[in-house]
């Protein structure tokens, strides 16, 4: 075998033209400019790759990337939703001849399906030409397979309100607030205010958090009776030496957070 | 200087045929975009693989700071996230890049696909850039689980279900991912992990590398 210096390759292939079988065009029977790849072409690739760059930092500077809540397996109010680039797997299994008694259909079947024949297109589609009119079936079933694809993922897309689930699964560290229950205004906290704004202060869905709040003990105590925005009046019962108590218990925890 | 050592390792293993071979080929006129502009659907290829050096070279350094036990891994994300300098840079390249390395490596797939470019004799090199898709779909779903917040929970959560749904092997699919018949858990987190920071990426470097060899040896399709 020629080996070394003289030996003739196809186009910019490691293939030699002196072997028939396998061989390409020549890129020289094809008229045209052809380009050194180092370093002319590299140089311009650079140019692309940075502009592709910027680009790509401009998106990951705008958008943040999503953090939700830490992951809590009793939360059975949570809608899963995997990334968007299985939507359209998932979309499939909602309908009725991929569920329920066809779920093998759904997940596997038509799935496996797809991936297989995109796998083995060279071997489907096994003729001489290359051009798209050429190979109409091959070509009609990836369109096909395109627009159900971009279907299923908007259909699956469009159901959700992104904005309402972000805004449900938001990242909240855990509370690192000491709630002292020997605390004299404890006992008033948990008789009148516990119940809407939670055993560690933290607020719910009623209720904002006490955690961090800026007012003094005289406006806590009068929040406290008088209510304030949709905290209603009257919801504090207790006695005035209690009251006290309260809003110093209140602040207590906030100075303790600082 | 640098000469010099160059010369001197040269002498003794003859390095110069190595990058000769990648350095030395012609760039043909029809995909080249300083000729042709729509040749830029030649660089979908090229991209996606940029992007997936992004995706290594981020995931290195968020691999500095994650710790994959449940207790940790959302906090050491929240951490990142919030305390770490230039961190929420780097978390966001790789979490933008996740996405759009699948969206290059579709536009790459989709212009090989409507060029015929996969037909003899590149049948091979087709079939193992469709396992390097695969690969990245698996690395998607693995790593979406890391940041141990409630999407990535229960999106697991259905994703093992339907492994477990698979004829005859479900069961054992779904214990050799998730690390247990019935909680995804603690085992989970580190079975995702050691799967999207070891396994894949070995897997996707093997078949990157047999990407490349194999244009090399067989060249870019010609035009239509």
Redesign the interface.
């Known amino acids: 075998m020629h080996r070394g210096k003289g030996m003739k390759f196809v186009g910019d292939s490691r293939i030699s033209a002196t072997k028939t079988s396998q061989i390409p065009k020549d890129y020289s029977e094809y008229p045209g400019r052809t380009e050194a790849f180092w370093p002319n072409f590299l140089l311009k690739e650079w140019l692309a790759g940075s502009v592709f760059l910027v680009g790509f930092l401009t998106l990951t500077l705008v958008h943040p990337s999503p953090l939700g809540g830490i992951a809590d397996p009793t939360n059975a109010a949570f809608i899963p939703l995997p990334d968007w680039y299985f939507l359209f797997l998932y979309e499939l299994l909602k309908y009725e001849f991929a569920s329920g008694d066809y779920i093998l259909l759904g997940m596997l079947g038509l799935p496996g399906l797809a991936f297989g024949a995109l796998l083995l297109a060279p071997f489907l589609d096994n003729g001489p030409g290359r051009r798209p009119g050429q190979r109409p079936v091959a070509v009609g079933m990836m369109l096909l397979a395109l627009a159900s694809v971009v279907w299923l993922t908007y259909t699956s897309a469009s159901h959700v309100d992104w904005e309402a689930r972000a805004e449900m699964d938001k990242p909240i560290p855990e509370s690192e607030v000491a709630i002292d229950t020997e605390h004299d205004g404890y006992a008033a906290y948990e008789a009148s205010c516990m119940s809407c704004h939670g055993g560690n202060l933290e607020g719910g869905p009623a209720a904002p958090t006490l955690v961090g709040i800026e007012y003094t003990a005289e406006e806590i105590a009068d929040i406290a009776v008088n209510g304030i925005g949709g905290m209603p009046a009257g919801i504090f019962t207790g006695s005035d030496e209690e009251l006290e108590q309260l809003s110093d218990f209140i602040m207590s925890v906030n100075e303790s957070t600082e | 200087m640098l000469q010099k050592i160059y010369d001197w390792i040269d002498d003794r293993v003859d390095i110069t045929p190595i990058w000769r071979?990648?350095?030395?080929?012609?760039?043909?006129?029809?995909v080249?975009?300083?000729?042709h502009f729509s040749a830029?659907v030649y660089?979908f290829g090229?991209?996606t693989f940029?992007?997936t050096v992004?995706q290594i070279l981020s995931g290195m350094f968020l691999t500095m700071y994650y710790v994959p036990d449940?207790e940790n891994a959302?906090?050491s994300?929240?951490y990142l996230?919030t305390e770490v300098a230039h961190a929420?840079?780097v978390?966001?390249?790789?979490?933008?890049?996740?996405?759009?390395v699948?969206v290059m490596l579709l536009l790459h797939?989709?212009r090989v696909?409507?060029?015929?470019?996969?037909?003899?004799?590149?049948?091979l090199n087709?079939?193992v850039g469709?396992?390097i898709f695969?690969v990245m779909?698996g690395l998607?779903?693995t790593g979406?689980l890391l940041?141990?917040?409630?999407?990535?929970?229960?999106?697991t959560?259905?994703?093992l279900e339907?492994a477990q749904?698979?004829?005859f092997i479900g069961e054992q699919l779904k214990i050799l991912l998730a690390g247990d018949a019935s909680i995804?858990?603690a085992q989970t987190l580190t079975r995702f992990f050691a799967i999207h920071v070891f396994f894949l990426p070995a897997a996707l470097f093997g078949l990157l590398a047999a990407h490349f060899i194999l244009i090399?040896?067989?060249?870019?399709?010609?035009?239509?």
């Open positions: 071979d990648i350095a030395d080929h012609e760039v043909p006129e029809h080249n975009p300083a000729h830029f660089c090229g991209l940029f992007v992004i449940i959302w906090k994300v929240y996230q929420q840079i978390r966001g390249m790789h979490h933008w890049g996740a996405s759009v699948i797939t989709l696909f409507f060029q015929g470019a996969y037909k003899k004799p590149r049948e087709w079939m469709v396992l695969f779909l998607g779903f979406y940041p141990w917040d409630n999407k990535a929970y229960f999106a959560q259905v994703g339907m749904q698979v004829p995804v858990g090399r040896k067989q060249g870019i399709s010609g035009p239509l």
